[in-house]
């Protein structure tokens, strides 16, 4: 009934404005070809319906017809049953070009075939029409992944080659589903290859079907926010918005436009303390910490009081372009003159002393750290691994065990936490020579090792491919009574099965169940993983039993999408 409707109203218009017709336009087949002063538009009727409605709709006489402008824009409401390209002026390929039986053997052959499609598709030995491939895709419209494929398939076969109708429709197909978001990256691919197939006209208004459907459900939520009219903000908006503009300015490197921005607007909008740190640290950013001082002495004159965290940031700044004197100096500054705001923390310190010890100045270091321990200011297990490592890092460890020795002497003798800090920065360096002599040394001093020590060294002899380290370690802590725990077992099992010591790891994962030991689930995957690959069937039976009391499938199933989800998101940012 819907193309009776629009056939009725094509004769009716053109008995009440004939005007708006002309008897220049070409009837082509099944196609009214219709033309106005713009470009050529064709109206071309769905094949499903030639056979149906169409067939009695029209009169024998066929009379041409062009309508304006404004009738053409009346077929965009009837898109379920027809539909509008630019096309050139030439023959349309219509139905009966392609033979109902060639349709009907290849849709039958793609649906029962899913699996080896394409095997089945070359061993008809059909020749590819685009008519025939856009038949197929319209009765594949919604399978959208099986008529990729076989729009895929197509374009590979020799002789064959698609025209544009053949991408509308494939594109058409793509763009229309429920999965518009994930199928959209395929239309870009299908565009992308039309355009190194040298199909360099793409029609405008398929581009504009594309962006309609993939922007439709984002349309939305704007839509709903232009119907709040009335919006509170408890401050000043104007400032507000400026300083987002000028933290993104500087945060794309782009301090000097910032600056240049915010002096010629402060004597419109009144800038606050946050607005001068956004400078501030835009500066310390791109390693001009002189400017930045600069913004940070206006900041001072205008009586807004910088945070400890400022002056950090400016101190870290001049520590990393080199000019230690610099730093030193406003360090000083803080020191003696700041406020009670921006006093040093431990976090100062810690940044002043790693620098002034990486270059060699380590009396001043030293110094430092006395002025630190006698104003109360002591550090924390974050500040304690930051200076460690420093010295570490700088090759300075007799530095560091200096360092130890002043915190003992101030009456702030290092505890185990501090001992696992250093550990772990030797261990994490691979210095093994250094970390038992560490480990001696808290031996020697009466600090009992921790199952976190041991666990470390364990680590770390495996890292460095000497299994037989590991053991020695294992069996220092049955001497020392230390009980290994889950973490000794896990990193034990993964150690062993890396240096091909299968034998010995499946006795460890016997322990594990024997003990009754929960092992965290990334580890256990791991292990079923690696036990599946020398097909010990066995221990995966056992070991699946014993953790079926602590996991059940939905756990099992929820990691399993994480992990898919972590190695998607990974791979998206390699594409990157």
């Given at each position: 009934?819907g ?5 009725a109203?094509?004769?009716?218009a ?5 005007s708006?017709f002309s ?15 713009g470009p050529?538009?064709?109206y071309t009727?769905?094949i499903?319906l ?6 009695n ?24 049953y027809c539909y509008?390209s ?5 023959t349309i ?5 392609v033979g109902d039986?060639n ?7 793609v ?11 070359d061993?008809?030995g059909?020749?590819?029409t ?9 009765k594949?419209r919604f399978?959208?992944k099986?008529?990729?494929r ?13 025209e544009p109708s053949a991408?509308n ?8 589903t429920?999965y518009k978001?994930?199928?959209f990256?395929i ?6 290859y ?5 199909k360099?006209?793409?029609?405008v208004?398929?581009?504009l079907?594309?962006?309609?459907n993939?922007?439709?459900k984002?349309?939305?939520?704007v ?6 009219k009335?919006?509170?903000v408890k401050?000043?908006?104007e ?6 503009l000028l933290d993104?300015m500087?945060?794309?490197?782009l ?8 002096k ?5 909008v009144k800038?606050?303390?946050?607005t ?11 390693r001009k910490?002189?400017?930045g001082?600069k ?5 001072i004159?205008?009586?807004h009081t910088?945070d400890s965290?400022?002056?950090?940031t ?5 520590c990393k372009?080199?000019r230690?004197t610099?730093?030193?100096e406003?360090?000083e500054?803080m020191?003696?003159k700041?406020?009670?705001?921006s ?15 990486q270059n060699?100045?380590i009396d ?6 006395g002025?630190m321990?006698n104003?109360?200011c ?15 890092l ?8 200096r360092f ?9 003798p ?10 772990k920065?030797?261990?994490e ?12 040394r ?5 600090c009992?090792p ?6 470390m ?5 495996f890292e460095m ?8 370690t294992?069996?220092?802590?049955c ?11 896990s990193v034990m099992?993964?150690?062993?099965f890396?240096?091909?010591k ?11 169940v024997n003990k009754?030991?929960?092992l965290p689930?990334?580890m256990?995957?791991?292990i079923l ?6 097909g010990d069937?066995?221990?995966i ?6 953790t079926?009391k602590?996991y059940?499938?939905?756990?099992a ?15 998206g940012?390699?594409?990157?």
């Amino acid at each position: 009934m819907g193309m009776r409707r629009v056939c009725a109203f094509l004769f009716s218009a053109k008995r009440n404005c004939p005007s708006s017709f002309s008897a220049s336009s070409i009837v082509l087949g099944n196609s009214i070809i219709v033309r106005n002063a713009g470009p050529s538009f064709s109206y071309t009727p769905r094949i499903m319906l030639l056979n149906g409605c169409c067939s009695n709709c029209l009169p024998k006489s066929s009379l041409p017809l062009t309508c304006s402008p404004g009738i053409v824009a009346y077929f965009a409401t009837i898109r379920c049953y027809c539909y509008l390209s630019a096309v050139p002026e030439q023959t349309i390929e219509g139905r009966n070009d392609v033979g109902d039986s060639n349709i009907d053997k290849v849709y039958a052959t793609v649906m029962d075939s899913s699996i080896d499609m394409e095997k089945a598709l070359d061993q008809l030995g059909l020749e590819l029409t685009t008519g025939l491939v856009v038949e197929v895709l319209g009765k594949l419209r919604f399978e959208e992944k099986i008529a990729f494929r076989f729009f895929m398939w197509a374009g590979h076969q020799q002789n064959y080659a698609h025209e544009p109708s053949a991408y509308n429709a494939m594109i058409d197909i793509l763009s229309n589903t429920k999965y518009k978001v994930k199928q959209f990256r395929i239309v870009c691919d299908m565009l992308d290859y039309m355009k190194r197939s040298n199909k360099n006209v793409v029609p405008v208004e398929v581009l504009l079907t594309i962006l309609r459907n993939y922007t439709q459900k984002y349309l939305t939520h704007v839509q709903k926010f232009a119907k709040k009219k009335r919006i509170r903000v408890k401050t000043q908006p104007e400032i507000n918005a400026f300083n987002l503009l000028l933290d993104a300015m500087c945060k794309c490197c782009l301090v000097e436009d910032a600056e240049t921005m915010f002096k010629r607007m402060k004597n419109r909008v009144k800038p606050d303390a946050n607005t001068y740190n956004i400078l501030f640290f835009g500066w310390c950013r791109v390693r001009k910490p002189t400017r930045g001082m600069k913004v940070l002495e206006e900041m001072i004159q205008l009586g807004h009081t910088p945070d400890s965290f400022t002056y950090n940031t400016a101190i870290d700044a001049y520590c990393k372009a080199g000019r230690v004197t610099e730093a030193a100096e406003l360090f000083e500054f803080m020191r003696t003159k700041g406020s009670t705001m921006s006093a040093p923390t431990a976090k100062t310190y810690t940044i002043m002393i790693v620098a002034l010890i990486q270059n060699n100045r380590i009396d001043e270091g030293f110094k430092l750290i006395g002025h630190m321990i006698n104003s109360g200011c002591l550090p924390d297990v974050s500040t304690y691994k930051e200076l460690i490592e420093g010295m570490c890092l700088a090759g300075k460890l007799d530095e560091a065990y200096r360092f130890l020795q002043e915190m003992g002497n101030k009456g702030y003798p290092p505890d185990i936490v501090t001992y696992n800090c250093f550990l772990k920065v030797l261990c994490e360096n691979g210095k093994s020579d250094e970390a038992l002599r560490l480990y001696r040394r808290m031996i020697e001093v009466g600090c009992l090792p921790s199952v976190q020590t041991y666990n470390m060294l364990i680590s770390m002899f495996f890292e460095m491919d000497n299994p037989d380290g590991a053991f020695e370690t294992w069996h220092e802590m049955c001497k020392r009574d230390c009980a290994q725990d889950i973490d000794t077992y896990s990193v034990m099992i993964d150690g062993l099965f890396g240096c091909n010591k299968v034998d010995d790891a499946c006795i460890l994962i016997e322990e594990v169940v024997n003990k009754g030991m929960k092992l965290p689930y990334k580890m256990l995957d791991s292990i079923l993983m690696k036990l599946s690959e020398i097909g010990d069937l066995r221990t995966i039976h056992k070991l699946s039993e014993h953790t079926r009391k602590f996991y059940n499938p939905s756990m099992a199933r929820r990691f399993s999408l994480n992990e898919k989800r972590k190695s998607m998101s990974f791979r998206g940012r390699k594409k990157l």
